[in-house]
Nanobody, 126 residues
Framework: QVQLVESGGGLVQAGGSLRLSCAAS????????MGWFCQAPGKERQFVAA????????YYADSVKGRFTISRDNAKNTVYLQMNSLEPEDTAAYYC???????????????????WGQGTQVTVSS
């Protein structure tokens, strides 16, 4: 079993930055591929970014390329999402997710992630 705890959400003005963190426990972190997803009210959960087990490569939704960066620190069992140039459209609950390294399906498929955090709210004001 894997436990995921997100932190770092909050209220920020458009153009600002936030860094989300997700601390994992319960399994060897380096064997897990990690993803970030977001869900706005009334909308489906959407893929944001992912990083392969062991440290890379990385994958991004088109809407965040060039603005968001996913990274991981295997020594700290933590994955990060650096969010720059935030837009009001980025407002959502952000969820950290983990899946076993054996999966070969695209990282954007939320159904392939077995473990999820409780989410952290990001609100971007205009």
């Amino acid at each position: 079993q894997v436990q995921l705890v997100e932190s770092g959400g909050g209220l920020v003005q458009a153009g600002g930055s936030l860094r989300l963190s997700c601390a994992a426990s319960g399994r060897t972190f380096s064997t897990l591929s990690m993803g970030w997803f977001c869900q706005a009210p009334g909308k489906e959960r959407q893929f944001v970014a992912a990083i392969r087990w062991g440290g890379g490569p990385t994958y991004y939704a088109d809407s965040v390329k060039g603005r968001f960066t996913i990274s991981r620190d295997n020594a700290k069992n933590t994955v990060y999402l650096q969010m720059n140039s935030l837009e009001p459209e980025d407002t959502a609950a952000y969820y950290c997710a983990a899946r076993d390294s054996s999966y070969s399906a695209p990282y954007s498929y939320s159904g392939t992630y077995a473990y999820w955090g409780q989410g952290t709210q990001v609100t971007v004001s205009s």
